[in-house]
């Protein structure tokens, strides 16, 4: 993937606010970023900036989870897996999209 000047900075930034840009291979025309239990897929676009590709999420077992209601319960679902959205968690993914669109917003 050919990244702009300005996209790598993006991405050394949000590594020096403590992301992580990892692989995700079956979306491997996205740049993964992971923070704690959280990750999101971000879309470069023309410009040289980026754009969150569907809803940031928890991770099961470093896979992307669908968010769902069970039972009248809130989880994040991967295969057979799932893990209760806690207030917790959800503060945690709030926090995690809330500080990755402020970060990869462009400067101007």
Known sequence: MDLTAQQVFVLDRLQSLGFQIVPF????NYVGVRKGRCAALLAPIPGGAFSIYANP????????TARLTREGRDVFVWKKEQLEATPERLAELESFAAALSETILPVE
């Not at 291979?25 to 491997?28: G, H, K, L």
Request: hydrophobic fraction near 60%.
């Open 25 to 28: 291979p079956m979306y491997a």
């Open 57 to 64: 999420t928890v991770l099961i077992a470093g896979n992307f």
